[in-house]
């Protein structure tokens, strides 16, 4: 496998397990929402570490975002950048970097 599509993959299994780290909230009532503070600021800078640019930093805001506000958790923020990433804007444009 090429060293494009190890990274592509990667980014895929960490943003499924970020989306899913992120949801853990919903398994504990209250405690969750306090998790949520602790994970909503990591969480956005997680997503600006692994997708470079400005769409990194946009895609970071969202995902503080998203974290944030109580409820919305079930958005799969991570998954929906890789998504965007690498099928819509094709992978040959998509500018990734390491976690």
Same mark, same amino acid.
């Given at each position: 496998? @090429?060293?494009?599509?190890? =990274?592509?993959?990667?980014?895929?299994?960490?943003?499924?397990?970020?989306?899913?780290?992120?949801?853990? %909230?919903? &398994? !504990? *009532?209250?405690?969750?929402?306090? %998790?949520?503070?602790?994970? &909503? *600021?990591? @969480?956005?800078?997680?997503?600006? /570490?692994?997708? =470079?640019?400005?769409?990194?930093? &946009? &895609?970071?805001?969202?995902?503080?975002?998203?974290?944030?506000? *109580?409820?919305?958790? !079930?958005? *799969?923020?991570?998954?929906?950048?890789?998504?965007?990433?690498?099928?819509? =804007?094709? @992978?040959?444009?998509? /500018?990734?970097?390491? !976690?």
């Amino acid at each position: 496998m @090429s060293k494009t599509k190890d =990274k592509k993959y990667k980014n895929l299994f960490l943003g499924l397990l970020f989306d899913g780290i992120g949801m853990l %909230s919903f &398994a !504990v *009532p209250f405690l969750g929402d306090f %998790s949520d503070i602790l994970w &909503a *600021p990591l @969480s956005g800078w997680l997503m600006t /570490r692994m997708y =470079k640019g400005k769409i990194g930093q &946009a &895609a970071g805001i969202i995902t503080f975002i998203e974290e944030i506000i *109580p409820g919305l958790d !079930v958005i *799969p923020t991570f998954t929906i950048m890789w998504l965007y990433t690498y099928i819509f =804007k094709g @992978s040959k444009k998509g /500018r990734t970097i390491e !976690v």
